[in-house]
């Protein structure tokens, strides 16, 4: 079972920034893919990048060009860079650790507190 922490929330006015981590421990990181999810009021949980254990990374259309996904396997953390941030990716934001299996993302059943990011219009 993994443990997952996610830090680096806030509120940011529209087209700020900010960086989440997210540390990781109980399981071996290294051999897990990793994403961010995020969920705003009244609206389902939403996959938002991943990164798979070679690096290789994907990302939902609408975080496309803004966002940027990372792993340093040295620390066991998974950071998500957000520039260029709006008031609709206002949410909680998770991450998760899981596997690529048949083309696609499967979320494992650990997730962390979320952090906040609130974006200003």
């Known amino acids: 079972q993994v443990q997952l922490g996610e830090s680096g929330g806030g509120l940011v006015q529209t087209g700020g920034s900010l960086r989440l981590s997210c540390a990781a421990s109980g399981n071996i990181f290294s051999r897990n893919a990793m994403a961010w999810y995020r969920q705003a009021p009244g609206k389902q949980r939403e996959l938002v990048a991943t990164?798979?254990?070679?690096?290789?990374?994907t990302y939902a259309d609408s975080v496309k060009g803004r966002f940027t996904i990372s792993r340093d396997d040295a620390k066991a953390t998974v950071y998500l860079q957000m520039n260029g941030l709006k008031p609709e990716d206002t949410a909680v934001y998770y991450c998760n650790s899981g596997v690529w299996l048949f083309g696609a993302y499967h979320p494992g059943g650990s997730w962390g507190q979320g952090t906040q990011v609130t974006v200003s219009s």
């Open positions: 990164v798979a254990t070679g690096g290789s990374t």
